[in-house]
Nanobody, 116 residues
Framework: VQPVESGGGLVQPGGSLRLSCATS??????MAWYRQEAPGKQREWVG????????IYSDSVKGRFTISRDVTKNTIYLQMNNLKIEDTAVYYC????????????WGQGTQVTVSS
């Protein structure tokens, strides 16, 4: 049931990138994206999507990032537009089965580097 991320890479400032996260867990209530700038730094919440497709974003990405879901593929996406250098991080996908509980399952992460 561990999520699997893909789609990271190198992009110039102002560019776009789309990350994918696939899960085999059919009991998922919500999924979210976190990012970590460097090893040892705290993971930062980016945004999440609920089972009813409601989405929530952190202020730092609101208006630039969009989370969507493809139910047929058990996959969520993180569309990142107008990327900034400070968006550089390892992006992690996570899921949980019940509201208000800890995020249970984590992917291995995918590197996003924004640089000119």
């Amino acid at each position: 049931v561990q999520p699997v991320e893909s789609g990271g890479g190198l992009v110039q400032p102002g560019g776009s990138l789309r990350l994918s996260c696939a899960t085999s867990d059919i009991f998922v209530h919500a999924m979210a994206w976190y990012r970590q700038e460097a090893p040892g730094k705290q993971r930062e919440w980016v945004g999440g999507i609920m089972v009813d497709n409601r989405t929530i974003y952190s202020d730092s990405v609101k208006g630039r990032f969009t989370i969507s879901r493809d139910v047929t593929k058990n996959t969520i996406y993180l569309q990142m537009n107008n990327l900034k250098i400070e968006d550089t991080a390892v992006y992690y996908c996570t899921s949980r089965r019940a509201p208000g509980t800890a995020w249970q399952y984590w992917g291995q992460g995918t590197q996003v580097t924004v640089s000119s």
